[in-house]
């Protein structure tokens, strides 16, 4: 059962200056002065975060295309990266480690681009200061159709490194992957394929 740790920001989804509209989802403006409400206010907060997390599963669920596939039929294997020494393994399953930042795509099989369901991905990243920390590990499996999704913190940076995600993933019949997604900075969200090579097969 997946649990919220961080938290998700409804307005990243809904109603914010710079909302992100998932597909088939449509604006819910929170009325500025919702707080003097009370009660009302709150549960108007409440429904919006309901309905974030809802987009957000279905998101998962529907998968989400990402630029692996530039070619229907065609793709290319996740070029492996470092794992770094802050990796700990045992991360739980969440869709959400923060706020600010949509992560989503596909896990995809090597040679034959088909979507591979159940495939565990794993994420972690440092903090604003640069520190890793547990609040923001988490682990997902992929839905029917091979989608991931979920919301973190942008990720901090320390010295000679720029703003990265570090990623693991494992599906039954392919090689683990262990990469790196970089930023820019100030992203609200990106999209982010996962491509695994089949494990060769004794004929």
């Keep these: 059962m997946l649990t919220d740790a961080g938290g998700i920001n409804a307005e990243v989804f ?7 509209l998932l597909p088939g989802t449509k604006t819910v403006m929170r009325p500025s002065g919702a707080g003097r409400y009370g009660g009302k206010g709150r549960r108007r907060r409440f429904s919006g975060s309901l309905v974030a997390v809802a987009c957000l599963l279905a998101l998962i669920q529907a998968g989400v295309p990402g630029s692996a ?56 990243h440092a903090d604003r200061s640069g520190r890793y920390v547990d609040s923001l590990r988490g682990t997902q499996k992929t839905g ?3 989608g991931y999704a979920f919301t973190t913190s942008p990720p901090g940076v320390y010295p000679g490194r720029p703003p990265h995600i570090h990623f693991k993933v494992f599906a039954p019949g392919h090689k683990p992957l262990t990469t790196q997604l970089y930023l820019r900075g100030g992203e609200k969200a990106i999209g982010f394929d996962l491509v695994v090579e089949a494990e060769q097969r004794d004929r």
């Design 69 to 124: 596939r530039s070619e229907v039929g065609k793709c290319v294997p996740t070029e492996e990266d470092a794992e770094g020494p802050f990796y700990k393994p045992g991360a739980p399953e969440l869709y959400s480690t923060g706020s600010g930042l949509v992560v989503s795509g596909d896990v995809i099989s090597y040679p034959d681009c088909r979507p591979i369901p159940g495939a565990r991905v794993e994420w972690w």
């Design 144 to 146: 029917a159709t091979g």
């Design 14 to 20: 809904l109603g914010g200056r710079n909302s992100l």
